[in-house]
């Protein structure tokens, strides 16, 4: 992949981490939303606890009144993942030129990866939603 997202794949996960040399997954997409197009993204404190309780954090958070759900993605919208059915994970969705479109995020043990929508959803993520940013 030449796009821009190849120079972070397989950056580490570190619970916690902003970047630039590891992230977790709300880190990682507050980092591509700066640096790639140009979103300020408060920070959510990885001192939650527990996933249920970051993803409670996230949908009270104001920020997240500046997202819309959307049916069809489009390049830099926000992923929002779940194995059941409240979301734990986050991604940012891509559209490179020369590749398949899909999913770039950090996950633990893994790091930063690129997946295409089939591939998320065989790797468990069932419930899959899309958010544009209002501006």
């Known amino acids: 992949m030449s796009h821009w997202a190849a120079q972070y794949i397989g950056r580490p996960y570190e619970y916690g981490a902003q970047g630039p040399d590891s992230f977790d997954c709300w880190g990682f997409f507050r980092w591509v939303q ?11 404190s990885p001192d939650v606890g527990s996933l249920r309780q ?9 920020e997240y009144e500046r997202w819309e759900r959307i049916d069809e993605p489009e390049d830099g919208a926000a992923v929002l993942m779940a ?7 986050i991604g940012i969705y891509l559209e490179p030129e020369e590749n ?19 591939v998320l959803r065989q790797s468990g993520w069932g419930h899959i939603e899309f958010y544009r940013f209002k501006a």
């Open 34 to 44: 700066r640096e790639h197009y140009g979103r300020d993204i408060p920070l959510i």
């Open 54 to 62: 970051f993803a409670k954090a996230f949908a009270e958070n104001p």
């Open 83 to 89: 194995h059941a059915s409240h979301p734990s994970h």
């Open 100 to 118: 398949d479109a899909g999913v770039i995020h950090c996950v633990g043990r893994m790091g930063v990866m690129f997946q295409t929508l089939p």
